[in-house]
Nanobody
Framework: QANVEESGGGLVQPGGSLTLSCSVS????????MTWYRQAPGKARELIAN????????HYADSVKGRFTISRDNAKSTVYLQMNNLKFEDAAVYYC???????????????WGQGTQVTVSS
């Protein structure tokens, strides 16, 4: 089974920036689609960004489009989420999910990290 671990969360002021990392081990990282989610207490989990195994295709939720950037470094088996111009509504636990692509050993299977806390406060 893949091991997924997020890091980089912390406290940031409104308008500030933060970069999250998600390290994946136990699988061939380049064959996995990667997605960032976030969830605040009492609220539903929200998909915010994903990046595919093919040509690094990306997609963003409207709420973060233009502010967040997802990227991956296959050599480091890591996906990143660069967050700029952070707002109070961005405060949440951010989760990373790996999903096996067509050529992966675990095609279609989901692997989740434990999450990393992002706090936006003045």
């Amino acid at each position: 089974q893949a091991n997924v671990e997020e890091s980089g969360g912390g406290l940031v002021q409104p308008g500030g920036s933060l970069t999250l990392s998600c390290s994946v081990s136990g699988v061939t990282f380049s064959l996995y689609d990667m997605t960032w989610y976030r969830q605040a207490p009492g609220k539903a989990r929200e998909l915010i960004a994903n990046i595919s195994t093919s040509d690094d295709g990306t997609h963003y939720a409207d709420s973060v489009k233009g502010r967040f950037t997802i990227s991956r470094d296959n050599a480091k088996s890591t996906v990143y989420l660069q967050m700029n111009n952070l707002k109070f509504e961005d405060a949440a636990v951010y989760y990373c999910k790996a999903v096996g692509g067509p050529y992966s050993l675990y095609h279609g299977y989901e692997f989740w990290g434990q999450g990393t806390q992002v706090t936006v406060s003045s």
